[in-house]
């Protein structure tokens, strides 16, 4: 019985461009997909609402607060009227 380490490949130069062509068609095909599907999801908004950290006085967090819901648009609303937007 011969030992594995023994075994020696026979190189196949049939295998070797069959394996060669069959990357090259692998890569061919992932890379004209990728060119047909392009990149998934929308677009980003270039006018998207940036998130920040601001500190505020109490009285005015209040104040937007006690309006009810959309305060934090109607607080945005009066930071762009002041800034003059």
Do not use: C
């Not at 990357?23 to 609402?49: M, V």
Request: glycine letters at 8%; charged letters at 30%; zero cysteines.
């Amino acid at each position: 019985m011969a030992l594995f380490h023994q075994i020696k490949r026979v190189a196949n130069p049939e295998d070797d461009l069959l394996r060669q062509q069959q990357r090259i068609s692998d890569h061919i095909r992932k890379s004209g997909a990728e060119a047909l599907l392009g990149k998934r999801g929308r677009k980003p908004d270039p006018n998207a609402k940036q998130l920040l950290t601001l500190r505020l006085d109490p009285q005015v967090i209040e104040y937007f607060r006690s309006t009810g819901e959309g305060w934090q648009t109607r607080m945005n609303e009066a930071l762009r009227k002041a800034a003059g937007l």
